[in-house]
């Protein structure tokens, strides 16, 4: 069963990047078994997707936020990345790390806690 | 306002069977498969339905998913109290190329 967990700055201030990276134990993000994706809820509010990351290293972003968004992977950590740059007060949220089946990467199967990012100066 | 249109909130007593609806359009619902995530208080979304009717193990018979057209809905039958969350639909939409989540359903069990 795979686990994910989620680390970074819990603030960040307003015009700088957002970096959070999701350790993943149980599999290898390089198998080729999972989409690695980064999901986001708003105090309060409901689910935004912002992306998801094959193993092969296709992305597929948001296109509300593809703009300000780079996903990335470091294999021999077996991590996943986000980075959401310029960030604004209406960037913070819980961010949640999921994992996807590869059959169908809109099927999230397995996810991280969450870490609740306050973007303030 | 979400793509995915769900009504705010839901009750019911123990026992009882609750649906939940989910509206969308032809570019998301009309031509994709749907999703139902549970989110109990204060945790992870947890996946309870995909390809609009299909349970992963462990999720119990007592949640059913169904779809027609630009709209789903989810049931729970036998409502119990630790059903008492949030619920989420999910699905492609084509127009926007991306995941889209309804606004969210609060479950009481009263």
């Known amino acids: 069963q795979v686990q994910l967990q989620e680390s970074g700055p819990g603030l960040v201030r307003p015009s700088q990047t957002l970096s959070l990276t999701c350790t993943v134990s149980?599999?290898?993000?390089?198998?080729?078994?999972?989409?690695w994706s980064w999901i986001r809820q708003h105090p309060g509010k409901g689910l935004e997707w912002i992306g998801s990351m094959y193993s092969s290293g296709s992305t597929y972003y948001n296109p509300s936020l593809k703009s300000r968004l780079t996903m990335s992977m470091d294999r021999s950590k077996n991590q996943f990345s986000l980075r959401l740059s310029s960030v604004t007060a209406a960037d913070t949220a819980v961010y949640y790390c999921?994992?996807?089946?590869?059959?169908?990467?809109?099927?999230?199967?397995?996810w991280g806690q969450g870490t609740l990012v306050t973007i303030s100066p | 306002q979400s793509v995915l249109t769900q009504p705010p909130s839901a009750s019911g007593t123990p026992g009882q069977r609750v649906t939940i609806s989910c509206s969308g359009s032809t570019s998301n619902i009309g031509s994709n498969y749907l999703y139902w995530y549970q989110q109990l208080p204060g945790t992870a979304p947890k996946l309870l339905i995909y390809r609009n009717n299909q349970r992963p193990s462990g999720v119990p018979d007592r949640f059913s998913g169904s779809k027609s057209g630009t709209s789903a809905s989810l049931a729970i039958s036998g409502l119990r109290s630790e059903d008492e969350a949030n619920y989420y639909c999910?699905?492609?939409?084509?127009?926007?190329?991306?995941?889209?989540f309804g606004g969210g359903t609060k479950v009481t069990v009263l």
């Open positions: 149980g599999d290898s993000i390089s198998s080729g078994g999972y989409y």
């Open positions: 999910a699905a492609w939409d084509d127009s926007l190329s991306g995941v889209i």
């Open positions: 999921a994992s996807a089946d590869n059959n169908d990467r809109r099927r999230f199967d397995y």
